[in-house]
């Protein structure tokens, strides 16, 4: 979705870019599906943690 609303011309300003940028670079290191989680990839307990700290870094 977020691709697609850059082709679009669709523009998000910061500091919410940056905070996006940061949560779905976090998204990456994320498998939705556990039977490919890899060794590196984040849990749910440290996705939600990283995500909670990103968003009182914001406050």
């Not at 976090?26 to 849990?43: A, K």
């Amino acid at each position: 979705m977020r691709r697609r609303s850059l082709r679009g011309g669709e523009r998000v300003r910061d500091p919410l870019e940056t905070l996006l940028d940061r949560v779905f670079s976090l998204l990456e290191d994320f498998s939705i599906d556990p039977r490919f989680e890899g060794p590196d990839d984040l849990s749910v307990e440290e996705l939600r943690n990283a995500v909670i700290g990103l968003l009182r870094e914001a406050e």
